[in-house]
């Protein structure tokens, strides 16, 4: 039947570049390329809401260190393992062995989190053995530096407990030793006979960007101290994000966002795979877990509940990936995985369930009754080739829909190449490889099939060394492209999110990512700037779009019709990529309007750098962003100048409404 209809196209084609070329007297020669855009409202297309999100994945320090805003690193003492003794990095000792003995015990009064910290004091406030000045005791340096800022107040919560009484200072110090903040912990035997849960606010008087958190003591005798939290209290909405990294998030506008990873969801080995219900709850009680593919402990802090909280609060939709009984080296068969399929269907009900239901009043209890508007899981993270993953991915399936028929369901199993031999809704597609590789794909959509699951491309960068480096131009360039591709195929591909997010300048596990951060300071990659590109196009018009050019192995544009939802008014947005070393000459046409076009209020967005491998660092933040100019040229029909390796978008301000007034020969202008 395909073959039957192939004709009708072509004939289509041909008559649309006909019709605009006697309509607008264009032609193609050696030095000039041409867009036709047909911006008539019969030929638009609309693109899908959620096309454009982001992924996050516990990778590089990404929540631990970085958007979680928690200062105190192995604050449960647990990350040493759950014997004794224990390692308790990154705590180190204040004093030495002739003052001071610090050991771990199984102590803990939280029963998932046994693991406590005790300090035997040897010297005491006075006499022969006074202890030095100053006290000793512990510190801990947070990730890599506390971002400690002056005049801002920083909750401290520990819990204490003494065979007598005690008299504990705590400080806040920068890596001087010059105070910041303090506060004395005092209190008699009788009240932290048991263990007792304090909470402190510390009012920075200083400011330092690698500051640390010091509990000492100049009294003999036994402490035990356990759960120690140092959260700042300007958080976003007090819901725990760090405000600066939110706000970059934010100015992604996202629909969506995909989360907690990646292999983090499959462990290394299914002991150390992300399980949702050991991450939500008090904080106090969450176990924590080692990352063993990414190489490091998390408190799980940042746990389900939290991401739910986060699409939330950017206005995304969550797209929840879940372990389906797979990880990098073991698996459960089929026959036995039901477990691992209910601990899924419990986690829906969490996010979904009525407050009154078992695991949605626990939803309930932690401060959200309202559902979270969960429409999305993932089974599993590029697990397709495992032995075990349709048969465990079927009963996944099965279940869910069961239970929930609404939610969609996105396969592990790439469906561009090849009908899925199993049901999903959406198939992930990921992609890593060099800049020409990522840029020639912007063609990869075109001829897949335009029926059945549609494509979730949820993991993709340029990540070869040669092109990437830490993010460069070049990369961000070459993906530019991609994405041109991939909106104007939007309608078999439904999500786009690059990867990965987030990097701890300290722990770069995986490189290039789009936003770089350490513990006062972040930027943007020139990926990251390629996306705000993009921040418009979902629940957009697709403009239907023709590039004649003898550069097509190096130039690529879309064009989109869309509202601002900050002036109300309406614009159509071409994005045009030169991948090219030379400068193009465009012929911009757009046919169909039933506006006028405004060059007052029209502007024109180029991200260019001369050097390819050009890269934002943090002493020079703004070496490759987007540099916005008014478009003083705009018209339907202009003459554009596109320079080598450029991406420039173009923003037309539609004007008045053109209306015919029936029975008259013209046209009258309305402000419609």
């Not at 971002?147 to 107040?153: L, V």
């Not at 939110?246 to 983090?264: I, T």
């Not at 660092?617 to 490759?624: A, W």
Request: charged residues 20%; negative net charge; hydrophobic residues 40%.
């Amino acid at each position: 039947m395909a073959s039957g209809k192939a004709p009708h196209c072509v004939l289509l084609v041909y008559l649309f570049l006909s019709f605009a070329c006697q309509c607008f007297g264009i032609g193609v020669d050696a030095d000039n390329s041409v867009l036709l855009v047909d911006a008539s409202e019969a030929s638009g297309r609309p693109i899908p809401d959620t096309l454009f999100g982001i992924f996050f994945e516990e990778i590089n320090h990404a929540g631990a260190g970085g958007l979680w805003a928690e200062l105190v690193s192995n604050r449960g003492f647990e990350a040493g393992g759950p014997n004794v003794p224990s390692n308790i990095d990154p705590w180190a000792i204040i004093g030495d062995e002739s003052v001071l003995n610090v050991s771990t015990d199984r102590s803990s009064l939280f029963e998932r989190n046994k693991i406590a910290l005790r300090l035997d004091v040897l010297c005491d406030s006075k006499g022969p053995n006074a202890c030095p000045a100053g006290g000793v005791g512990v510190y801990n340096p947070g990730y890599w530096g506390m971002n400690i800022e002056q005049g801002k107040t920083y909750k401290l919560v520990l819990y204490v407990r003494s065979l007598g009484s005690v008299d504990i200072t705590v400080l806040l110090t920068d890596s001087n030793g010059q105070k910041l903040a303090a506060a004395n912990i005092i209190a008699s035997a009788s009240e932290v006979s048991d263990w007792k849960k304090l909470e402190i606010p510390l009012e920075a008087l200083g400011t330092s960007h690698n500051a640390r958190l010091q509990l000492t003591t100049t009294r003999k005798g036994v402490i035990w101290f356990d759960q120690v939290s140092l959260m700042p209290l300007d958080t976003y909405k007090g819901h725990g994000f760090r405000k600066d990294i939110f706000q970059m998030l934010a100015n992604l506008k996202p629909r969506f966002l995909r989360f907690p990873g990646g292999c983090f969801v499959e462990g290394d080995w299914l002991r150390n795979a992300f399980r949702w219900k050991d991450t939500v709850g008090p904080w106090e009680e969450r176990p924590g877990h080692f990352g063993d593919v990414w190489l490091y402990w998390t408190d799980d802090a940042l746990g389900y509940y939290e991401f739910l909280q986060l699409s939330e609060d950017l206005g995304a939709l969550p797209v929840w990936v879940f372990n389906n009984g797979v990880s990098h080296h073991d698996e459960v068969v089929s026959s036995v995985v039901k477990p691992f399929v209910q601990e899924a269907l419990d986690g829906i009900e969490f996010a979904r369930g009525p407050p009154d239901s078992k695991w949605g009043s626990l939803r309930a209890s932690m401060g959200h009754p309202e559902p979270f508007d969960l429409r999305y899981v993932a089974i599993g993270n590029e697990d397709c080739g495992k032995k075990n993953y349709r048969g465990n991915y079927l009963k996944f399936y099965a279940a869910i829909k069961r239970d929930y028929p609404d939610i969609k369901i996105i396969s592990n199993c790439d469906g561009s190449n090849k009908p899925l031999d199993h049901p999903a809704d959406l198939y992930d597609f990921h992609i890593y490889t060099t800049a020409n590789d990522i840029f020639s794909k912007n063609h990869r959509f075109d001829n897949v099939p335009r029926k059945g699951p549609k494509a979730f491309v949820s993991e993709y960068a340029v990540n070869d060394k040669r092109d990437a480096g830490r993010g460069s131009f070049l990369a961000a360039l070459a993906e530019a492209g991609f994405l041109i591709g991939l909106e104007r195929n939007s309608d078999v591909v439904d999500m786009v999110s690059y990867a990965p997010l987030f990097v701890n300048e300290n722990d770069q596990r995986w490189n290039p990512d789009a936003i770089v951060f350490n513990s006062s300071s972040l930027y943007g990659t020139p990926s990251y700037w390629v996306l705000r590109f993009f921040t418009e196009s979902s629940a957009a018009t697709l403009l239907k779009s023709v590039l004649q050019t003898n550069f097509s192995s190096s130039l690529v544009a879309s064009a989109i019709s869309w509202k601002n939802s900050e002036n109300d008014k309406d614009y159509i947005r071409i994005k045009v990529v030169n991948y090219g070393s030379n400068t193009m000459n465009l012929k911009i046409s757009v046919d169909g309007l039933e506006n006028s076009i405004q060059a007052s209020g029209s502007n024109k967005t180029v991200l260019i750098s001369t050097n390819l491998l050009e890269e934002n660092s943090f002493s020079e933040p703004d070496k490759v962003v987007p540099q916005q100019s008014p478009l003083e040229n705009a018209a339907a029909k202009m003459d554009v100048v596109l320079p080598p390796h450029s991406l420039t978008s173009f923003d037309l301000l539609k004007g008045p409404s053109y209306i015919r007034i029936t029975g008259a020969d013209s046209f009258s202008r309305s402000s419609i």
